[in-house]
Structures are given as C-alpha cells and as structure tokens.
C-alpha cells in the first residue's frame, strides 16, 4: 500500500479540443467532463487527482517528473505522442510510477499508424476504445494494482 493517495491524469496534444469536434470519434464529453469524471471515480477509491492537458510534449515530461514526489500512480493518454515519442516513454519509466495508458477511439480500428505505441510494453494497464469511460476504468484497473 502506497502512502501517496493521489494520482497525476495527463492528456496530450489536442485533447483539449475533447467535445468541440469529431464526436463521431472522440464522443460529446469535454476535457472537463473527463477530469470531473475520472476524479469522481479515483475519490470514491480514496484518491485524489491532479489534471493537467498540454499541447507541448516538455510540458508533459515536467509534470511527470513532478509526480515523483506525491503521485502513486498515472493515468495518460498521449495523444498522437503514444505513437511517435520515445522522450514520454523514457519519462515515464523513469519516474518508476505504475501507468495506465487510455486511448478513447480503438486505435487498432483505425490507420496503421495508430497501432504502435511506445507505451503498450511498460504500461500497467491499457485501456482502448472504450469512450470516456474508459478513464474510469483505467483508475479502477490501476488503483486495483496497488
Ligand atoms: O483515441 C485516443 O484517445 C487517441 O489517443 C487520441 C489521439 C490520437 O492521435 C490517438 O491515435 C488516439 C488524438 C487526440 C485528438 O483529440 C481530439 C479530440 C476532439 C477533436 C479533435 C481531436
């Protein structure tokens, strides 16, 4: 048991635009609703959540790094960055914290691109395609390990 009740909830580039466009892939909820949603899940558990989304993969990389210091865990979906970063992979295994990694649309549905990711090999728990919900899951799954 971990003495950090708290989680860091990271999403990546162009997540803020979550519930503005491309409900047809990404659904009607809003970046907001996604934090409220996860943070209501992660304290009915016991945990607390931080948010942060950033467009800037630096950004991302800092607040990581920060989590060392009062996270037991991370919940991340990368964005784009899931399928080009190796710098968030090193990020992440280097802070030694358990992550889930969520993607809202199911990735292997769609371009080969997306089927890569840096994370899937070091990742505690991957949750894809399963909408806004797949958040919940993902802290559920995650808080499950601990
Ligand atoms: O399915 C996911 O959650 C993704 O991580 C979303 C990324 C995409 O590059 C990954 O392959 C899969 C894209 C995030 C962009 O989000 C938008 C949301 C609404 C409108 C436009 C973009």
């Given amino acids: ?4 009740a708290r989680l860091l909830l990271v999403n990546g580039p162009n997540l803020n635009l979550l ?3 491309e409900p047809e892939m990404y659904g009607t909820s809003t970046l907001a609703d996604v934090e409220r949603l996860t943070a209501e899940v992660a304290e009915s558990l ?3 959540v931080r948010a942060i989304q950033s467009n800037h993969e630096g950004v991302l990389i800092d607040a990581i790094h920060e989590a060392r210091a009062d996270c ?3 919940v991340i979906n ?3 960055l899931t399928h080009t970063s190796v710098v968030l992979r090193d990020a992440l295994t280097g802070v030694s914290l358990p992550f889930a990694e969520v993607h ?3 990735v292997y549905a769609r371009e080969e691109f997306r089927h ?5 090999d070091v990742a505690a728990v991957r949750v894809i395609g ?3 919900d797949g958040y919940a899951d993902a802290v559920r799954e995650l808080i499950a390990r601990f």
Wanted: glycine content about 22%.
């Fill in 78 to 80: 990368p964005g784009g």
């Fill in 19 to 21: 519930g503005t466009r």
């Fill in 116 to 120: 890569h990711s840096y994370l899937h």
């Fill in 130 to 132: 399963r909408g806004v």
């Fill in 46 to 48: 016991g945990y607390q």
């Fill in 72 to 74: 037991a865990g991370i």
């Fill in 104 to 106: 809202i649309s199911d």
């Fill in 1 to 4: 048991m971990t003495t950090n």
